[in-house]
């Protein structure tokens, strides 16, 4: 599940749950949405790249 919140400088940010430190912000809450996914994809890649566990990807990116 994806957190977003905006903050109180107008910035929108966006927190991954089943991925700690997967947080990005953007100027609006799509945009941070987009970047938190990409970087979530990245941190995925890598972890299966280096044969770490992945979390359960169903539901990772559904939006609260």
Do not use: C
């Amino acid at each position: 599940m994806v957190e977003n919140e905006q903050e109180e400088d107008g910035r929108w940010i966006a927190e991954v749950l089943g991925l700690p430190g997967v947080t990005a912000y953007g100027i609006s809450r799509d945009e941070a949405l987009a970047k938190a996914e990409a970087l979530a994809l990245r941190v995925i890649a890598d972890r299966l790249e280096h044969g770490e566990d992945v979390p359960d990807l169903s539901g990772l990116f559904d939006a609260a």
